[in-house]
């Protein structure tokens, strides 16, 4: 029973013992060895590997791209004073890890820490090439070289944390916000502009359009009533004619014509009422059967 026991506790301790003398190394992953507090190995190759126990000890670390985003959005001015908020995000990974340990002190809080110290870098980065452009050039001519030159002016301050900056990006411009509301109010007044011009340019359109509609209008009118004219004259000139000729054929029978146009044209209405004397009256002579009566005077 006893040397069961003595076997269990032999194996148990072969165990711990081999159990801190290995360690695996994922592919994503760097291990830095330490001895005594001082970084003794750094293994950047994944696998089985070996470490001295009791009197060494390991810290991994991730070897994956980070990405850092920027933490807040500060207004940045312009070269022509005025005042945008970018936000942006930065792509990096570890490149020396002994580098990378003695300036963020390794343990899991290496990578936020790496984050807090090069997020200010950054914003200082971006502030210099900025303030350099116009808002024109910010947004669309130079963006891509905005980003391209904030990434070499990275590389220096990069090299310092351990680290490699893969690449950088502007993910949004904005104004401020008293610029934006500025803005706003200027893009509607502009509109409000075009809208009073386009309305002004067509009210004077329409009066134009109005004018001449109202100056071929009396030009036709006049055409015709010229037309019109002249084709009545037309008209009672060959009435006349005809009457002439119809009359000069028979003047006895024209006169008696013209006498009943006569007394047509006395009572043409019912109430009309004459006061004359048949008998000595001239113009009664024609139903007298005396001849024709004499045409009224108009």
Same mark, same amino acid.
């Given at each position: 029973?006893?040397?069961? $026991? ?22 994503? #992953? ?6 005594? &507090?001082? $970084?003794?190995?750094? =293994? ?13 000890? =390991?810290?991994?670390?991730?070897? !994956?791209? #980070? ?20 936000? %942006?995000?930065?792509? %990096? ?8 340990? *003695?300036?963020? &002190? ?30 024109? /050039? ?11 030159? =904030? *990434? ?35 893009? #509607?007044?502009? !509109? ?29 009118? /006049? ?5 019109? #004219? ?8 060959? /009435? @006349?004619?005809?009457? /002439?000729?119809?009359?000069? !054929? ?16 006395? %009572? ?6 004459? =006061?004359?004397?048949?008998?000595? @009256? ?17």
């Amino acid at each position: 029973m006893n040397r069961i $026991i003595s076997t269990v506790i032999v194996a148990l301790l072969a165990f711990m013992l081999i159990s801190s003398t290995v360690f695996v190394v994922d592919q994503k #992953q760097y291990a830095a060895v330490y001895m005594f &507090g001082e $970084i003794k190995e750094v =293994v950047t190759k994944p696998g089985l590997k070996f470490k001295l126990p009791l009197v060494q000890s =390991v810290v991994t670390l991730d070897r !994956r791209i #980070q990405t850092l985003d920027s933490p807040e959005s500060k207004p940045i001015f312009t070269a022509e004073k005025k005042s945008l908020v970018i936000d %942006w995000l930065v792509k %990096w990974r570890i490149a020396d890890a002994r580098q990378f340990i *003695r300036n963020s &002190g390794g343990g899991t809080d290496a990578m936020r820490t790496v984050d807090n110290r090069l997020s200010p870098v950054v914003q200082a980065a971006f502030n210099e090439e900025v303030t350099k452009r116009t808002v024109l /050039a910010v947004l669309a001519t130079e963006r891509e070289n905005v980003m391209q030159d =904030v *990434r070499k002016r990275l590389d220096d301050e990069a090299k310092q944390f351990g680290i490699e900056v893969i690449d950088v990006r502007i993910k949004r411009v904005d104004f401020s916000a008293n610029i934006t509301e500025a803005v706003y109010r200027r893009m #509607q007044a502009e !509109r409000q502009r075009v809208a009073n011009e386009a309305r002004s340019t067509g009210t004077a359109e329409g009066e134009k359009i109005k004018a001449d509609a109202e100056r071929q209008r009396t030009v036709i009118l /006049a055409e015709a009533y010229r037309d019109a #004219q002249r084709i009545k004259g037309d008209g009672d000139a060959k /009435a @006349s004619a005809l009457y /002439a000729e119809s009359f000069g !054929r028979d003047p006895a029978f024209a006169q008696f014509y013209r006498s009943l146009d006569a007394y047509r044209a006395a %009572w043409r209405n019912k109430g009309d009422v004459m =006061v004359v004397d048949p008998n000595s @009256s001239e113009f009664f002579k024609a139903m007298r059967g005396g001849g024709p009566a004499p045409a009224p005077h108009k």
